[in-house]
T-cell receptor
Framework: GAVVSQHPSWVICKSGTSVKIECRSL??????MFWYRQFPKQSLMLMAT?????????EQGVEKDKFLINHASLTLSTLTVTSAHPEDSSFYIC?????????????FGPGTRLTVL | TQLLEQSPQFLSIQEGENLTVYCNSS?????LQWYRQEPGEGPVLLVT?????EVKKLKRLTFQFGDARKDSSLHITAAQPGDTGLYLC???????????FGEGTQLTVNP
């Protein structure tokens, strides 16, 4: 149980285009989902927190107009990187917290590798 | 200032050796999780500890939560090459709040 999926697992796009990443909790309801960014050999950096049906809360320094987050249902959240540039290339990971396990435990997706040319 | 200090950041050992990773803070946590991450994949939950003094075992891995719930440790006995990966501790200060991650420990077990 407590499986979180992400799609796509990797994506290559041209500079200036937008990319959408999906995060789904497969066997539990996720009241809260989180989006992280990770650079090689570093820990995870929280970008934003989203609760189902409400606007996402962004961390300081994260542009909300560039990284659009939609938490449309208790099992789906999406991150759209708008007008992507090479510096947006990174490993993006989502996590979900909700009705699985301990209240505060987060379950992570497998990540999405974004490469912007 | 890092809320969760994790050490060591890098560890390279031979197969069969034992090791301990530490996670320390001046803050009290309501719960603390340990994750293991392999390159190109998301972190996989190993354990959640919630009670001060709690000890949990997962095969050759032993997790301990400090009595004051400010620190935690992960001990691996007889490490194997398959244990290689990035180990992350992460804690929640107040139930319902965000996870705070340590800097991670990159473990390499050489055959």
């Amino acid at each position: 149980g407590a499986v979180v999926s992400q799609h796509p697992s990797w994506v290559i796009c041209k500079s200036g285009t937008s990319v959408k990443i999906e995060c789904r909790s497969l066997d539990f309801q996720a009241t809260t989902m989180f989006w992280y960014r990770q650079f090689p050999k570093q820990s995870l950096m929280l970008m934003a927190t989203s609760n189902e049906g409400s606007k996402a809360t962004y961390e300081q320094g994260v542009e909300k107009d560039k990284f659009l987050i939609n938490h449309a249902s208790l099992t789906l959240s999406t991150l759209t990187v708008t007008s992507a540039h090479p510096e947006d290339s990174s490993f993006y990971i989502c996590s979900a917290r909700g009705s699985a396990g301990y209240t505060d435990t987060q379950y992570f997706g497998p990540g999405t590798r974004l490469t912007v040319l | 200032t890092q809320l969760l200090e994790q050490s060591p950041q890098f560890l390279s050992i031979q197969e069969g050796e034992n090791l301990t990773v530490y996670c320390n803070s001046s803050s009290v946590f309501s719960s603390l999780q340990w994750y293991r991450q392999e390159p190109g994949e998301g972190p996989v939950l190993l354990v959640t500890v919630v009670t001060g003094g709690e000890v949990k075992k997962l095969k050759r891995l032993t997790f301990q939560f400090g009595d004051a719930r400010k620190d935690s440790s992960l001990h691996i006995t007889a490490a194997q090459p398959g244990d290689t990966g990035l180990y992350l501790c992460a804690g929640v200060v107040t139930s319902g709040s965000r996870l705070t991650f340590g800097e991670g420990t990159q473990l390499t077990v050489n055959p």
